[in-house]
């Protein structure tokens, strides 16, 4: 199968493809895959150490720009749809899969003209624009939530859960003893999640037990944290602005704070991972505080919500959990019943269905 996967920008969008693609070439190492995304993604530093092929479009999104930046974007949309057209051309796929994020929009666009036919994967319960416009040409429309379903033709949707990167799936389920503390805040990292705890470190100076951390801070951030956890007396190792091996990361961890993403919350599922979850109050819709509050009712996970976020506040919470090991076994325990384990498969079993009808 030669496979085009379209998106990316995010860690959100970008992580599902990497698992269909990584997916694929086990099951039929014959395949050929190809992402295309932008230079400014994340796909542009992470594909190359994955030794993934990635071919870039000049796009934009259009989130906060106002109708004065949609205008003035319109010549970049023909640009990066043109650029997108020879992408195609050249790699000639069987199949392209579009991912969410503002790159898939002109591939797709480029498919759909082309007689290429098309998939897309939505990993949110409330879609995102591209996909909700995108959806109405492709061939199949595969979810990570039956929410979602209704913002697309019900004859094409399936439902399949999320793809998870290799590893995720083998993590043990019994939690660490004592384990760390796992921070991060999304692939770029999180400045709220990063000052607050900055602030949170003098607090827990003292605190007998207290458990080792690792803190994904993003790159703008890294310096700053960094240097907030030597002048706490604690190791600044401890502190890595992108973690490539999160199967790992997942492993030793007792606790998580993080956002509430879809893909995320996919991982902590698959891991049986507590959690402390402080959506991103500014996401479409706030959907990731639907996410987090899916995960409170179940159990799984305490919300806290970012206009409640204190130093104060997540120092008690870390502490209360980190003493109360039973309550994180069953939080664990609880979590993985929300998981959905082979997704890339079912997946990768609608893309060959179609082209068996192809």
Known sequence: MKLLLAGGGTGGHLFPAVALAQHLLDQEPDSQVLFVGT????????????????ATVDMVGVVGRGWQGRFEMIPKLLKSFRQARRILRDFNPDLVIGVGGYASVPVLLAAKTGGIPYLIHEQNALPGLSNRLLGKGARRICLSFQESAGSFPAERVVVTGNPLRQGLEDVPALLPEPGKLLIFGGSRGARAINQTVMAMLPLMKEWPGRPEF???TGEEDFAQ????YQDAGLDPAQVIPFIDDMAAAYRDASLVVCRAGATTLAELAATGRPAILIPFPFAAADHQTSNARAFDRKGAAELLPQTELNAETLAMRVQILFNDRERLQLMAENSRLLGSPGAAQRILTECRKLLERK
Do not use: D, F, I
């Not at 230079?39 to 150490?49: A, F, T």
């Not at 944290?225 to 907030?228: E, S």
């Open 39 to 54: 230079s400014q993604g994340l796909e542009q530093r992470m594909l190359p150490k994955l030794g993934l092929p990635l």
């Open 214 to 216: 690792l803190h994904q």
């Open 225 to 228: 944290v960094r240097q907030a």
